[in-house]
């Protein structure tokens, strides 16, 4: 009896293992993205980060504190320890730092800057990996369009050897032709498992996107034609809209403040204060006031003005390199997309209107004995060939406009 509840157990514990392994998760574009925002781990912590940097600028804002200081006598010859009644001494005091040239006022604006580089730093982690789920997302997609392709012709090719290997049996047909149609089965299989194997990398780093372990299945959506754009108009919104842009331009600015708050370090800041004396001066109990401040004769913040007045020239030429590297960036990518654009209208009027027909024509013939094993195979083998680059094609197009839309760091137009 015990042998056979381990056994139950065991067997309910596979089965469970195993409805884990196959949960089915279909996903459209848009609901991928709404749970890589909700779940994507990168993002929380991002989002940690900027909360911490924002805490900094409380910081800033924030006063020096007053110093209390006290002396009371320990031991002195002739008198009892601690003696600090009436006839004793004791003195207090109290300081208090005032920041003078505006140096506080200059701390918090250097503060919010750098709130705002996390800011447009957050953007662009969304902006990378939002682009990174797309293409993850549509290389499964097409990946699957590809393979219950592949399973038709590959079924369809089966057929042909199951009736082939009865035929040869029988004598009717030479053994070499079922080896010839095998070894083309045997290559369409391994093209269709280099497919499987890219839909499964790009399945992973969707998955881990998205933080999910379900199996995802894309549904594409039905694509629209691409509407003509404008490449100058392309590289001013990229030129409005790139956090890595606002990124350098925020670097600039904290250049600019650092440099301005370095100039203020050069002067000295004020601190007054407040003391009582009861025996240690030249009268019983006295009140006395204190003011103090750096004498800059040697030190006025030099060297880390100098170092600042660089830093901006060095902001300055990251800039424009940045400007530059997005106008190469976006025309490059409006090029393949036009490219990829043209090649895939090629594509659909010369293939899909009038091959797929072909293609059942050419098996029925062959099956009907009307048309040679030779000729059969180098259609066939055209036939996959241009599944594959029509595919291909397809994919290409839609990544192409991805990769636009990452490069301009806006969503266009319908596509």
């Known amino acids: 009896m015990k042998k056979y509840f381990l056994l139950f157990l065991l067997y309910a514990c596979c089965t469970r293992v195993s409805g884990q392994a196959t949960d089915t998760l279909k996903l459209t574009l848009a609901e991928s993205e709404t749970l890589f925002q909700k779940n994507n781990l990168m993002i929380l912590a991002s989002h940690y980060r900027l909360s911490s940097v924002q805490a900094l600028e409380i910081q800033a804002k924030l006063y020096d504190n007053p110093v209390i200081s006290g002396e009371l006598p320990a031991y002195s010859p002739g008198r009892k320890w601690f003696d600090v009644g009436s006839s004793g001494q004791k003195s207090l005091g109290i300081d208090q730092l005032i920041t003078l040239a505006g140096k506080r006022n200059k701390r918090v604006l250097l503060a919010k800057e750098q709130t705002r580089q996390e800011e447009f730093s957050f953007y662009e982690l969304l902006r990378t990996l939002k682009y990174e789920l797309r293409q993850s997302f549509y290389t499964i997609a097409y990946a699957n369009e590809l393979v219950e392709k592949f399973d038709t012709q590959m079924n369809l090719l089966q057929e042909i ?215 059969f195979i180098d259609f066939f083998e055209n036939y996959n060939s241009a599944i594959r680059q029509v595919n291909q094609l397809s994919k290409q197009r839609r990544l192409a406009w991805e990769n636009l839309e990452y490069v301009v760091g806006a969503t266009l137009t319908a596509h």
């Not at 809209?241 to 203020?264: C, I, M, P, T, W």
């Open 161 to 375: 050897i199951k009736a082939y290997e009865i035929q040869s049996e029988k004598g009717n047909v030479a053994l070499k032709d079922v080896v010839r149609l095998k070894t083309e089965y045997i290559q369409l299989s391994a093209d269709r498992n280099a497919v499987i194997m890219e839909s499964i990398a790009a399945r992973q780093s969707l998955q881990l996107l998205i933080n999910s372990t379900d199996f995802i299945v894309p549904v594409k959506e039905t694509a629209e034609e691409t509407e003509m754009i404008d490449l100058s108009g392309l590289i001013k919104t990229a030129q409005t809209n790139r956090s890595d842009l606002r990124y350098q331009e925020s670097l600039l600015r904290e250049g600019e403040l650092n440099y301005q708050y370095q100039k203020a370090l050069a002067y000295p800041d004020l601190t007054i204060g407040a003391g009582y004396n009861q025996q240690g001066e030249y009268i019983p109990n006295l009140y006395s006031l204190r003011l103090g401040f750096d004498l800059p004769f040697f030190n006025r913040n030099q060297g880390n003005i100098k170092a600042a007045e660089w830093q901006i020239k060095v902001a300055e030429t990251d800039r424009q390199q940045k400007l530059n590297q997005i106008s190469s960036e976006v025309k490059a990518s409006f090029n393949r997309l036009m490219e990829a654009e043209r090649e895939y209208k090629v594509s659909q009027q010369s293939f899909q209107k009038g091959f797929p027909e072909v293609n059942r024509s050419v098996i029925e013939n062959f099956n009907k004995g009307n048309i040679s094993l030779l000729e």
